[in-house]
């Protein structure tokens, strides 16, 4: 497996940084998470874009124009074998002398990219759907940045991991949902989409905006609004999005199931507009 750190093509063996990085000391980073299908970038302007939020958002150069990164990502891809995959993007503050406050000069930033294979899940995931839990959202108030510092996640995972389930679904401030530990979350009522607004409490998920889009498009009524705690647990459907998950049911919530306790309607149709885009979009 060969990935890219700061400049240098190599073995990931070969890849090293500095005990000081401020991205190992304070987790001072952003990151992104790009599949890539038939080997191509899979919305490659809109990551980019989320990329430069983050990275304005913690007042860091972006250390590469679009232009450059394309070029990065397509040589990365191009050195590993799987023909999908997803490319993991991982930006630190850099080396410096270990201080709260910002290295000055500015020293220049670590940069990390890795490509692993994409394992969408398989048939019998599909068919089944997954379980879930829910929790109180006590992560901090700039969610929509994509930062590294993912303590609060990685707990909330392993919340749902210690239950049996495989994602937790965040409540803030006992009211309204905000994602998933490491993704977006939808609600179906009576034939209705929806989602929470892009606002600081919630990573503005690529796949979320894909999934809004093909709502729209192939007239799938949604609307995107607060969605109340009690909203989630009368769903008639949950669904899960993200990038490497592409779209799944969550059947089971809190120990009792989600409408049915099968993968509904709204699924089956959000997941066959997500594969025939896949297709039509990257494949050819
Ligand atoms: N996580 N919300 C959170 C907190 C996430 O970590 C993710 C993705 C999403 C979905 O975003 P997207 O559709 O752009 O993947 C929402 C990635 C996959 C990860 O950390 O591995």
């Known amino acids: 497996m060969t990935v890219y750190l700061s400049g240098q093509f190599l073995p990931i063996a070969e890849a090293k940084i ?19 299908y038939s080997r191509r970038a899979f919305r490659l302007d809109e990551h980019l874009r989320r990329l430069q939020h983050s990275l304005d958002s913690i007042k860091l150069a972006n250390p590469h124009s679009n232009a450059e990164w394309t070029r990065l990502l397509n040589e990365l891809i191009a050195r ?28 220049a930033p670590t940069v990390f990219v890795m490509s692993n294979p994409l394992s969408t899940p398989p ?56 994602e998933g530990a490491a993704s977006n979350i939808f609600v179906v009522k009576n034939g209705t989409l929806l989602a929470p607004p892009k606002d600081n409490l919630m990573l503005p998920g690529i796949t979320y905006d894909v999934v809004l889009e093909l709502a729209a498009a ?25 990038s490497t998950k592409e779209v799944l049911a969550i059947t089971q919530l809190d120990g009792k199931p989600v409408g049915t306790g099968k993968p509904g309607a709204m699924f089956a149709k959000l997941h066959e507009l997500y594969q025939n885009f896949k297709r039509d979009v990257m494949r050819k």
């Open 80 to 107: 590993n074998v799987p023909e999908d995959q997803y490319l993991y993007l991982h930006i630190t503050r850099g080396v410096a002398k270990r201080d709260h406050a910002f290295p000055v000069p500015p020293v």
């Open 218 to 242: 192939n007239g799938i009524t949604h609307q995107v609004r607060k969605v109340l705690v009690r909203e989630v647990s009368n769903a008639d459907e949950l669904l899960l999005t993200s």
């Open 18 to 36: 500095s005990v000081l990085d401020r991205g190992f000391i304070f987790g001072d980073g952003v990151y992104e998470v790009i599949p890539v």
């Open 123 to 178: 048939a019998a995931l599909l068919a089944s759907g997954i379980s879930a839990i829910t929790a109180p959202d006590n992560r901090w108030l700039r969610c929509d940045i994509k930062a590294i510092s993912l303590l609060p996640n990685v707990l909330l995972r392993q919340m749902a991991i210690d239950a049996g389930c495989a994602e937790t679904i965040m409540i803030r401030d006992g009211e309204f949902m905000t």
